[in-house]
């Protein structure tokens, strides 16, 4: 099964901001709905955003207008724009379709800290 590629993560100081990315290769990319997950530690695996295949987004409250979520169909890659990061947005995100077309990748690592 395939699995996304997501990058982007690493060590930013509360306040900073961040840019995720996810390559799928998937078949119908275009057209299939897009999720960005985060589990911290200790804690369940969380939906923080989601964009369908025409662009309608939703967020969690947590995020609600500090994140936003994109996707180029050209490059079959979804974004996270993260900003005014805090300390409890720490957490190894992941991104996933909607459906059976791809397993969980590797995710990536963001840790908010002074």
């Known amino acids: 099964q395939v699995q996304p590629v997501e990058s982007g993560g690493g060590l930013v100081q509360p306040g900073g901001s961040l840019r995720l990315s996810c390559v799928v290769r998937?078949?119908?990319?275009?057209?299939?709905?897009m999720g960005w997950y985060r589990q911290a530690p200790g804690k369940q695996r969380e939906l923080v955003a989601r964009?369908?295949?025409?662009?309608?987004?939703n967020y969690a409250d947590s995020v609600k207008d500090r994140f936003t979520i994109s996707r180029d169909n050209v490059k079959n890659t979804v974004y996270l724009q993260m900003s005014s990061l805090k300390s409890e947005d720490t957490a190894v995100y992941y991104c996933?379709?909607?459906?059976?077309?791809?397993?969980w990748g590797q995710g990536t690592q963001v840790t908010v800290s002074s």
């Open positions: 964009i369908n295949g025409v662009g309608v987004t």
């Open positions: 996933k379709p909607d459906g059976p077309f791809a397993s």
């Open positions: 998937i078949s119908g990319f275009s057209i299939i709905a």
